[in-house]
């Protein structure tokens, strides 16, 4: 079956622009997250979404950065004025979630988008 | 502060041989650990896990050991492909969360023919 898809792939921004991520999640995963990974490093957790719900958002690094999933699937990462620091591989998530199976835990991720910011 | 830490940030090996990749961690409050391995330009890619009440975990020719009193896993390849070049990331997530992954830095584990 399809697995988890983002675009752009790639997005090069100009400092100050903003910018839209989309991902969309594996059908009927309820658990969607965002992962932020620096080059050379591990991917660090953004935030965190059940169905349509924002149930965790402690790991947005300002308040340039928003996330939204109206309709409990597909979620847009924003980044607003982005900076030279934001330069990075986002990543998405989703993991089905059912109650007593360990299987809950595993996360099925994108290929990512590779965004710079110059 | 890195909760989840893996040293080594390269490992070469022969193939046919086993390759042994490191993970340390400091929270104790992880119940559930996972290993994934990423191929350039393409996300991560769920490996095996391992759950806090067992001490190992196997799955065709790769296991992952779980030492809760080192705080330390380790992920074994038997035996090791070409195929297998890859980087491979530790993760770890704890109960009463979202169950959001918190990664190791990586390794990059090359397989010599």
């Known amino acids: 079956g399809a697995g988890v898809s983002q675009s752009p792939r790639y997005k090069v921004a100009k400092r100050g622009q903003d910018v839209a991520l989309r991902c969309d999640p594996i059908?009927?995963?309820?658990?969607l997250f965002w992962y932020q990974q620096a080059l050379g490093q591990g991917p660090e957790f953004l935030t965190y979404?059940?169905?349509?719900?924002?149930?965790?958002k402690s790991g947005l690094p300002s308040d340039r950065f928003f996330a939204e999933r109206p309709e409990g699937s597909v979620s847009t990462l924003k980044i607003q004025r982005t900076q030279q620091e934001d330069s990075a591989v986002y990543l998405c998530?989703?993991?089905?979630?059912?109650?007593?199976?360990?299987?809950?835990?595993?996360?099925?991720f994108g290929p990512g988008t590779r965004l710079t910011v110059t | 502060d890195q909760q989840v830490k893996q040293n080594s940030p390269s490992l070469s090996v022969q193939e046919g041989r086993i390759s042994i990749l490191n993970c340390d961690y400091t929270?104790?409050?992880?119940?559930?650990f996972l290993w994934y391995k990423k191929y350039p330009a393409e996300g991560p890619t769920f490996l095996i896990s391992?759950?806090?009440?067992?001490d190992k975990n196997e799955d065709g020719r790769f296991t992952v050991f779980l030492n809760k009193s080192a705080k330390h896993l380790s992920l074994h390849i038997v035996p090791s492909q070409p195929g297998d070049s890859a980087v491979y990331f530790c993760?770890?997530?704890?109960?009463?969360?979202?169950?959001?992954?918190?990664f190791g830095s990586g390794t990059q584990l090359t397989v010599l023919p």
């Open positions: 998530a989703s993991s089905l979630v059912r109650s007593g199976l360990a299987r809950a835990y595993e996360q099925y």
């Open positions: 059908s009927g995963h309820v658990s």
């Open positions: 979404f059940q169905n349509e719900a924002q149930l965790d």
């Open positions: 929270n104790s409050m992880f119940d559930y």
């Open positions: 391992i759950s806090s009440i067992k």
């Open positions: 993760a770890a997530s704890r109960s009463g969360s979202a169950r959001q992954l918190t």
